[in-house]
């Protein structure tokens, strides 16, 4: 992605480096395993002008990553915080894979179902 002046922004993935935004997900939801507590995520543009989904209770994104795929980033520290337990990055698709996604929260972990809501 150009940013101001033309230069490239090194944060910012290319087109190239990110797989094509499906039309048909635009929401997901990721259900907490042993708590069944649920996020829910809706597909906006970025402060940057790259796409990704933000959760509805606050800014908190998951995020095309060409080395990482799609994860929960913190760009504070710039690392992952939750990502597909069991797809990797050239397998996964133009939106966050469906399935088992862990995270972790300081010393905790947590699994969750990701589940696309289509319509």
């Known amino acids: 992605m150009l940013v101001g002046d033309g230069c490239r922004s090194p944060d910012v993935p290319s087109l190239r480096e990110m797989p094509p935004m499906s039309n048909e997900v ?23 002008g790259s796409i990704g989904f933000k959760r ?33 990055p050239a397998d996964q698709g133009a939106a966050p894979p469906e399935g088992d996604w862990v995270s972790r929260k300081g010393a905790k972990s947590y699994v969750y ?7």
């Open 56 to 88: 509805a209770d606050g800014d908190y994104w998951i995020v095309w990553k060409p080395e990482w795929g799609w994860v929960a980033w913190d760009e504070v520290s710039q690392s992952c915080m939750g990502r597909p337990w069991n797809v990797l």
């Open 26 to 48: 635009r929401r997901f939801e990721l259900h907490r395993q042993s708590d069944d507590l649920v996020y829910s995520f809706a597909r906006l543009p970025r402060p940057d």
């Open 113 to 119: 179902t990701l589940v696309h809501l289509i319509g």
